[in-house]
C-alpha cells in the first residue's frame, strides 16, 4: 500500500516507517503538523494515511482536525487515527461523515504489529476500526439512549464487534454461531436503530456511530 505517515515525534514516526517498509508498504510522504498532512493526502491520494491525534501547535487535536478536513476535501479517504489515550469523542467525530474507512486506536497497539497490521489493512479496504479499549469503555460506562435499549444483549455484543471492524465472518467465529445467525442479528440491529435499507457497509458505519453517541 502507499501511506501517508503523521506524526511529529521522530522515534515513532521512524519506526513506523521501518515496520511498514518490512512488511512490503511504500510511505510516500512523512509530516509533522496538520496543514502538512492534508497537502499530502490531497497531492498523493495514498490507500491510507496514518495521523497522530495531537500534533503542534497546540497537542490537542491538531491531527484529527487535519484528517477530517482531507476526508471533506476527498471523500472517503482511509485514514487510521492513532491517539495515546482512549477518547470516544475521537472515534465519533472520524465516523461523522459515515463514509467509513477510518481506524481509531490507541498508540500502545502498534507494538502488537499482527494487529496493528491487520487493522491497517482493514481500514484501507474501507472499514471502521475501533480500538477494543474504545469500545470495552462504552461497555462500561456509557449511558443508553431508548433506541439503544431496545437491542438484546446478544445485540449490544454484536455492535461492539462491528465497531471493531469484525467481518460477519469473523463476529460469527466469536460468538460461535453461524454466519446466517449473524446475518439476522444485524438485520434487527439495523432495524432497531431506524436505518433504511442501504448499502450494507454504509449501514455499518452509521450503526456504529449510534452506538458511540449514545
Do not use: C, W
Not at 160 to 185: D, F, P, Q, W, Y
Amino acid at each position: 500500500m502507499r501511506i501517508v505517515l503523521a506524526d511529529d515525534a521522530v522515534l515513532l514516526r521512524e519506526g513506523l516507517v521501518r515496520l511498514l517498509a518490512e512488511d512490503g508498504h511504500q510511505v510516500v510522504a512523512v509530516v509533522g503538523d496538520g496543514p502538512a498532512l492534508v497537502e499530502a493526502v490531497l497531492g498523493h491520494r495514498p490507500d491510507v494515511s496514518i495521523v497522530d491525534v495531537r500534533m503542534p501547535p497546540t497537542y490537542t487535536d491538531e491531527g484529527l482536525r487535519a484528517a477530517i478536513t482531507a476526508r471533506s476535501r476527498l471523500p472517503g479517504a482511509p485514514v487510521l487515527v492513532l491517539s495515546q489515550y482512549v477518547e470516544a469523542s475521537y472515534a465519533g467525530d472520524l465516523l461523522a461523515d459515515g463514509a467509513g474507512a477510518v481506524g481509531y486506536l490507541l498508540k500502545n497497539r502498534v507494538a502488537r504489529v499482527e494487529e496493528f497490521l491487520d487493522a491497517l489493512d482493514r481500514v484501507a479496504r474501507g472499514a471502521t476500526v475501533l480500538d477494543p479499549q474504545v469500545v470495552a469503555q462504552l461497555l462500561a460506562g456509557q449511558r443508553r439512549d431508548a433506541v439503544l435499549e431496545a437491542l438484546t444483549p446478544r445485540e449490544r455484543q454484536l455492535l461492539a464487534l462491528m465497531a471493531e471492524g469484525r467481518s460477519n465472518a469473523a463476529i460469527a467465529e466469536r460468538l460461535v454461531v453461524s454466519a446466517s445467525t449473524v446475518e439476522k442479528h444485524i438485520g434487527n440491529v439495523f432495524a432497531k436503530l431506524g436505518l433504511p435499507p442501504d448499502d450494507a457497509h454504509h449501514r455499518r458505519v452509521l450503526a456504529v456511530l449510534a452506538y458511540l453517541r449514545a
